[in-house]
């Protein structure tokens, strides 16, 4: 049975957890060093992205974590986790640190506050029309070549909102917040 | 089963939606929502770990401590606070008082608090939270009232408490009363829930749905006299999925340790030695008050 990780800090946890078990996935919860036992991947969920790299400091999960994905572990980073795992934060904390791993220029916040939040229908390469949750969401400004881009928005201006750079997915939107298991699964069967 | 009205429609782009306020109190999960009176302090919130920050101009303990009437902040304390961290800003609204809440959307807050903590302007009406595009959060005591609060267009409910005394003792009361009458309804006939709705004065077909699934339709979270890192464990072993920390922080003797303790509390609420580690010579918690004692229950406002 496959067996991933959903970091566990903080953040819509619960549904990147049923999302996955609804797949037939065994799911770790991950709060602490020796969670990352033994795991195939790791999805790391929406939340406030200061929060938990404020958390995955104190928690010591910065280290294990930064030497997995350089050792190309499959992660899922989805709105905040996006944040996390992009190599440059605009509009961010001067402060603020991600493990720098995906090669995207993200900016916090870039489609605005929780008033302009919004659902948008998206296609996306491989899966088809789906539909988007975008939540206070970080914009991607820039990708690299290696970078590949699975589905894009025409909102001022055209940008990615699903990238894939090798075991890397980062998503500006949250599929886990509907019962479309499509993005998901294409992130377990790529194991 | 809850109506759900569309605040604006633009091409295919949909805001306002019930999935998209509800989305965001769930991002909140397992995180500390801080009252601020100040850009330093919500500066201090954010270096901590605090998921969102709520800008206020009094914290409860000083509200209860002076009196009169406690209304919406100024919007230039709010502005302030928005320009100065990168997390959700929420702001209170007085029950009922529409027209703040009116205000408070216009300033583009990430969340209005209709607060018992600030005097109501309607004794017998909450806002009708449908009619806005920006989330609201409610208090509650029972289920009942969360029940009617959420079809009110609530998307997050979170236990009254009793703000502002450092005393956890009536969260802990609520948050059980709302746990008890959810199990409840869980394992009740589908015969009984007519005269259980009516019991509960909550609409019918939300006690269906909680018969059902067990659980409330939005998050439910911890408010109300939360002031030490145990006392957020505690809260979160009882079923709450966030907390908000009124006065229990900058009350203390040592705020950003206090404030980083209960984060981490909050995070790792089911490892005591982790919660014992992060308790540790934190200093003075808020000197609090015995309910008891109290002039004003709060947590009566509110119907």
Known sequence: MTRVGVLALQGDVREHQAMLESLDVEVVRVKRPHDLDDLQGIVFPGGESTAMAHLLKSSELREPLSELIVSGFPVLGTCAGLILLSNEILDGRADQWSFGALDVAVRRNGYGRQIASFEVSVEVSGVGEYEAVFIRAPRIERVAASTTVLATLDREGDHPVLVRQGNLWGCSFHPELTSDTRIHDAFIQSF | ?303
């Open chain 2, 1 to 303: 089963m809850i109506p759900v009205r569309l605040s604006a429609m633009t091409n295919s782009t949909q805001t306002g939606s019930t999935l998209v306020k509800r989305g965001l109190a769930d991002m909140l999960r397992g995180g500390v929502i801080m009252d601020v009176v100040n850009p330093e302090q919500a500066k201090i919130a954010e270096d901590s770990g605090a998921v969102a920050v709520m800008a206020l101009e009094r914290v409860p303990f000083d509200i209860r401590r002076d009196g009169g009437v406690a209304r919406m902040s100024d919007p230039k304390m709010i502005q302030e606070i928005q320009a100065t961290v990168t997390i959700p800003v929420m702001a209170k609204a007085r029950i009922g008082h529409f027209a703040e809440a009116q205000i408070l959307q216009s300033l583009d807050v990430d969340y209005i608090d209709e607060s018992e903590v600030l005097t109501p302007a309607d004794e017998a009406n909450h806002i009708d939270k449908w009619a806005f595009t920006v989330p609201f959060v409610c208090g509650a005591t029972n289920l009942g009232e969360a029940l009617r609060r959420i079809s009110e267009g609530a998307c997050m409910i979170r236990s009254k408490g009793e703000a502002g005394t450092g005393n956890v003792v009536e969260a802990v009361r609520h948050l059980r009363t709302i746990n008890q009458q959810i199990r409840r309804l869980h394992t009740a006939d589908a015969s009984e829930l007519f005269s259980l709705a009516k019991d509960l004065q909550a609409p019918l077909p939300l006690v269906q749905e909680i018969a059902e699934t067990g659980q409330l339709p939005v998050p439910l979270f911890c408010a109300g006299g939360i002031s030490t890192p145990a006392d957020a464990a505690l809260v979160l072993q009882l079923g709450a999925q966030a907390v908000f920390v009124g006065s229990g922080i900058f009350k203390s003797q040592d705020p950003i340790r206090m404030a980083s303790a209960i984060v981490e509390a909050t995070t790792h609420y089911q490892d005591a030695s982790i919660v014992a580690k992060v308790s540790t010579g934190l200093g003075e918690a808020m000197k609090g008050w015995e309910t008891a004692t109290l002039e004003t229950r709060l947590a009566e406002r509110g119907w």
